[in-house]
Nanobody, 125 residues
Framework: QVQLVESGGGLVQAGGSLRLSCAASGRTFSGYIMSWFRQALGKEREFAAA????????YYADSVKGRFTMSRDNAKNTAYLQMNSLKPEDTAVYYC??????????????????WGQGTQVTVSS
């Protein structure tokens, strides 16, 4: 059974940085897409970043492009989201998710099979 465990969230001032981790277990992820979504209070969950586990190609939402970087460590079965130049509007619960195919970069929540429990990121102004 696939398990995803996020960590690394916290409180940071605007302009600061955080690195989120998503530790995955239960299978190998070759052939899958792993992504980060976020959900602000009262808003719908939205796509932020994705990585194709085989090869490491990435894809970003326009709102985070140039500020966030997603990577993965095959040996540790862990994905990361380096978040720089954080803004108050980045405040949200951040979720790690896995889609069980990799021929494109899905951005809809319905395309993802596995989800973590989320980690809170709060950016103060």
């Amino acid at each position: 059974q696939v398990q995803l465990v996020e960590s690394g969230g916290g409180l940071v001032q605007a302009g600061g940085s955080l690195r989120l981790s998503c530790a995955a277990s239960g299978r190998t992820f070759s052939g899958y897409i792993m992504s980060w979504f976020r959900q602000a209070l009262g808003k719908e969950r939205e796509f932020a970043a994705a990585i194709r586990w085989s090869g490491g190609k990435t894809y970003y939402a326009d709102s985070v492009k140039g500020r966030f970087t997603m990577s993965r460590d095959n040996a540790k079965n862990t994905a990361y989201l380096q978040m720089n130049s954080l803004k108050p509007e980045d405040t949200a619960v951040y979720y790690c998710a896995v889609a069980t195919y990799d021929w494109n970069f899905p951005t809809a929540t319905r395309d993802y099979t596995y989800w973590g429990q989320g980690t809170q990121v709060t950016v103060s102004s």
